[in-house]
């Protein structure tokens, strides 16, 4: 690598490739002349590809580093608010005191949702999955505001994106109320985001819901911990449908089409499942055997990261919260002992710090929302609700970046090669 250059040997040919550096993270080879040469790159699932640049997000998956816009993770979940974090991401620095209170005051402003929206969910069956409601009504949104945005603006850009995150609360919430048959409940704008929602989620028109600080805390901090996560399966979607030119509605749609998918947004859900697989507390050893014997399918959900090799940055803030949760509600539940008491054991056993399988923010964030009374088929509703913010940055910057251009994959094809065609008649 002569010239901070790379040099491929492809049959009688060298090509030379030039290594770009980030501010962090791995150099990468420039590929994009290899088409001019006859070749492509054969990367199934893109784990050795960078599709984009990006200056919003940066995971050290080794060190168990996780940075928004240069911050880490665990200061931004202990000493700031989603509202706060929502800015930075999309604005790329930290709000001014006074830049906060007008940002807040814009976000409140944009909670309501149009009157006809409630007639789309008419459309949906009562037993439908909120994920199913939940993708369906967000790119029902375009509906009402594609005539007049021009996606070449950055202005009217943002204010696509205040609507999406302000909105997307009252959208989940309605999902909920009417997947049980409540009629839905209007935002309120002397409440935080995270106040807003549980009220929006629990209240009824006979009685109010009584906030609890401690709830109100952990959920803004499930929404912090979920704002984004650099290039997973759900921002990619999202950027490739924004490439195109779609509108934000649209392509906000399809990353929560992308994160209903059980491999990626559905972590939170698949461990409690897991945990009344389990059932009692007495059971514990039998299917901690079972994760241990390679030859048994059972795998113990919540617990380690494809991307974090040694710890989750997220899920040491989650978890104090965890535990102030259940502090606070000194809540009966079986399962919940049943988490606690995996958490002791992986905390504790050799061979979960052998293999690096410490319980994750999945793990934390599912007991959260178990213990608060959050069915676990909301789970993933709320993970889209958390990474709107993340998905809208990225769809932002990749139109604000000149010479952007639609996504288009390439393949290694292996289908027929051609062939006559026989008329069906003969």
Known sequence: MADNKAILKAGDKEIELPIL????????????????????????????????????????????ILLHRGYSIEELARDSDYIEVVYMLLHDKTPTSEEYKEFKDTMTRHTLVHDQLNNFFRGFR??????????????????????????????????????????????????YKYNIGQPFVHPKNSLSYAENFLNMMFSVPAEDYKISPAVAKAVDRIFILHADHEQNASTSTVRLAGSSGANPYACIAAGVASLWGPAHGGANEACLNMLEEIGTVDRIPEFIARAKDKADPFRLMGFGHRVYKNFDPRATVMRESCHEVLAELNIDDPLLNVAMELERIALSDPYFAEKKLFPNVDFYSGIVLKAIGIPTNMFTCIFALARTVGWASHWHEMLSQPGQKIGRPRQLYTGKAQRSYTKIDK
């Open 21 to 64: 550096t980030g501010t962090a993270g791995f150099d990468v080879i420039d590929v994009r002349s290899l088409g001019a040469n006859g070749y492509f790159t054969y990367d199934p699932g893109f784990m050795a590809t960078g599709s984009c640049e990006s200056s919003i997000t940066y995971i050290d998956g080794a060190k168990g």
């Open 126 to 175: 009562r037993d439908a999955h909120p994920m199913a409601m939940l993708c369906g009504t967000v790119g029902a949104m375009a509906s009402f505001y594609h005539d007049d945005l021009d996606i070449n603006d950055p202005e009217q850009r943002l204010r696509s994106a205040y609507r999406l995150v302000a909105k997307m609360p009252t959208l989940v919430a309605m999902c």
